[in-house]
């Protein structure tokens, strides 16, 4: 079984800088894609980012492009996100997750980590 972990989460001031990670454990995961996602209190879980694992190409959701960034560690099984200019709206719980090859969804979930900008 495969384990995806997110850390780096807590209380930020509006335009600060926050680092995730997101460690897969378990299993060897091959993924095909990961991704971090985001939902916030009464919304539905959005897209942030995304990442072809073996390509390493990536995509952004229009409201964070310029400001976060995404990288990976291969040998660490490891995704980050890099977010910048923080604002109050990019509160939420953040979730990291893989899609591996033949999935049509992403398939595994890390367990979400909070981020709150205050204003």
Wanted: with cysteine.
């Amino acid at each position: 079984q495969v384990q995806l972990v997110e850390s780096g989460g807590g209380l930020v001031q509006s335009g600060g800088p926050l680092r995730l990670s997101c460690a897969a454990s378990g299993r060897t995961l091959n993924p095909y894609y990961m991704g971090w996602f985001r939902q916030a209190p009464g919304k539905v879980r959005e897209f942030v980012t995304t990442i072809n694992w073996s390509t390493g190409d990536i995509d952004y959701a229009g409201s964070v492009k310029g400001r976060f960034t995404t990288s990976r560690d291969n040998a660490k099984s490891t995704m980050y996100l890099q977010m910048n200019s923080l604002k109050p709206e990019d509160t939420g719980v953040y979730y990291c997750a893989a899609k591996t090859l033949g999935s049509a969804t992403y398939n595994y979930w890390g367990q979400g980590t909070q981020v709150t900008v205050s204003s």
